[in-house]
């Protein structure tokens, strides 16, 4: 007979261990078979079975008064054969492989600058309350189409088949995934409703390894959409869809600084960079085929989203009243040495040296100051 617990239960803590243990393996079962729905800029739908991560989004946005293009590269892990990505544009959109080299330069142009400052007294980790000197701070197959749906395009760009679509309702485009291999969850396809009642277009890509057999891993190639557009805008209203928190980090390519109209139930957005730069100068190669070779003002924006069911609208980048650069400032902080040594030891070992010699001096002049003799005694004269 099992004795009961203090709290009346049988069966003690090997049974309540055991149970935790069952429902973090079921909690970790159902993760490995959920679905992505969301990948910051556009929905990722695979297989009921698979699942895919995207560890990365980098996007950079170019637009000059007339056409926007955006140009993605996701980084993604997983077990999943193939994938579908489904981005939605306010407009017809041309899709081509765009340049990996073009985040390679747009980092190394936005990289933070360091600068080094000194401190003059010793810190917990220098000589002698710790180490031994400096220290340094830092302050992303041809199937056919449903009726409803309206192929407007397709192409065969290395690992993606890329499908452009004009659909008359958010089922429409649900069907058509479906036809080809897919599920749209429903939350995915109430999210859709807002693009469709703008009547915008969609670029439905699917994903697949180059290699038969393998699973999409790794960083892939960046895709470059361009459209016809008077505003600039960036998609990330799909993203409220994530189940996890979503991070933004965005190039902005245009005539002037660009800020985000609003946050749109992210943290507030940061600029890490703005400066005008002229891609012919460096030169940056990948940059000059987005901007055709003319100077831009690069704003790089970065933004959080904690919770990104707070998401409630696609970004809307506007100019700023001012082309004021900025450039993010990573601080050295440095020990001040002099000749390799503390230059704190040398003021106390000056200040030392120069007491002792103030001391000295005053001994000496003490000793070279002549002694005043004595004023001679009075004596009386004898009594006689």
């Known amino acids: 007979m099992r004795r009961a617990g ?24 159902g993760s490995l078979i959920a679905p992505a729905y969301a990948c910051g800029c556009g929905a990722m739908v695979v297989n009921r079975n698979s699942q895919v991560a995207v560890d990365r989004e980098t996007s950079a946005v170019g637009w000059d008064g007339r056409t926007e293009q955006i140009v993605m590269q996701l980084s993604v892990r997983g077990n999943a054969p193939d994938a579908a990505w489904i981005m939605p544009v306010p407009h017809r959109a041309t899709v081509e492989l765009g ?12 990289a933070p600058v360091t600068e080094e400052r000194h401190y003059f007294w010793p810190r917990d980790e220098d000589w002698p309350l710790g180490g031994s000197g400096n220290s340094a701070g ?25 499908a452009r679509l004009a659909a008359t309702d958010p089922e429409a485009l649900e069907s058509w995934l479906k036809e080809n291999g897919f599920e749209l969850p429903d939350r ?22 180059e290699q038969r057999g393998s699973t999409l891993s790794g960083t892939l190639d960046p895709l470059r959409l361009r459209f016809a557009s008077d505003r600039l805008v960036y998609p990330m209203r799909l993203s409220k869809l994530a189940a996890t928190p979503q991070s933004l980090d965005l190039y902005v390519l245009a005539g002037h600084r660009m800020e985000p109209r609003g946050a749109i139930g992210g943290r507030p957005p940061k600029v890490s960079f703005a400066g005008r730069v002229d891609p012919a100068n460096e030169p940056y190669e990948a940059l000059a085929a987005v901007t055709g070779d003319k100077p831009v003002f690069l704003t790089a924006i970065d933004q959080y989203f904690p919770s990104p069911e707070r998401i409630d609208g696609d970004h809307e980048l506007r100019a700023t009243a001012e082309d004021t650069p900025y450039r993010t400032v990573v601080y050295r902080d440095t020990l001040l040495t002099w000749a390799g040594l503390p230059a704190w030891l040398l003021t106390l070992l000056g200040g030392a040296v120069a007491v002792a010699s103030a001391l000295l001096l005053v001994v000496r002049a003490r000793r070279r100051r002549p002694v005043t003799p004595p004023p001679p005694v009075f004596t009386p004269p004898p009594l006689r």
């Open 99 to 110: 340049d990996a080299e073009l985040f390679d330069e747009l980092r190394a142009i936005t």
């Open 6 to 29: 203090r709290n009346g239960r049988t069966g003690g803590w090997p049974a309540r261990a055991l149970a935790l243990l069952l429902m973090l393996v079921s909690l970790q079962a």
């Open 188 to 209: 995915l396809a109430t999210a859709l409703r807002p693009y469709v009642e703008q009547k915008w277009e969609y670029v439905a890509v699917r994903l697949a390894p």
């Open 138 to 162: 830092d302050s992303a197959a041809g199937p056919k189409a449903g009726a409803p749906v309206d192929v407007v395009g397709r192409e065969r760009l290395g690992p993606f088949d890329v």
